[in-house]
């Protein structure tokens, strides 16, 4: 199954996420907005591994005082668009 997701995060820097997932696999991520090189090894850190796994790794982590983050929002897109079982 391929499929790519494009998400628009809400309540940080970043703007856009395009993401594309084949049979469950991150295979490439582009973020529009944010701090540039935090987000270009994040995406670069994502890239072939599980979709599962990097919401299991992600989920939650907050930006300073805000209830969420640039990773966070990455897990919220994967959330939305692919069947996960919820992280424990």
Request: proline share 6%; with cysteine.
């Given at each position: ?9 809400q309540?940080?820097?970043?703007r ?62 994967l ?6 079982e919820?992280?424990?």
């Amino acid at each position: 199954m391929n499929v790519t997701i494009e998400f628009n995060p809400q309540g940080v820097c970043s703007r856009h996420m395009k993401i594309d997932v084949e049979d469950g696999v991150i295979r490439a991520v582009e973020i529009q907005g944010g701090c540039p090189g935090n987000l270009q090894a994040i995406s670069r850190l994502v890239v072939g591994m599980r979709a599962e796994d990097v919401v299991e790794r992600l989920e939650g982590i907050r930006c300073g005082g805000k209830p969420t983050s640039c990773p966070d929002q990455l897990t919220r897109a994967l959330r939305q668009a692919l069947p996960l079982e919820k992280a424990q």
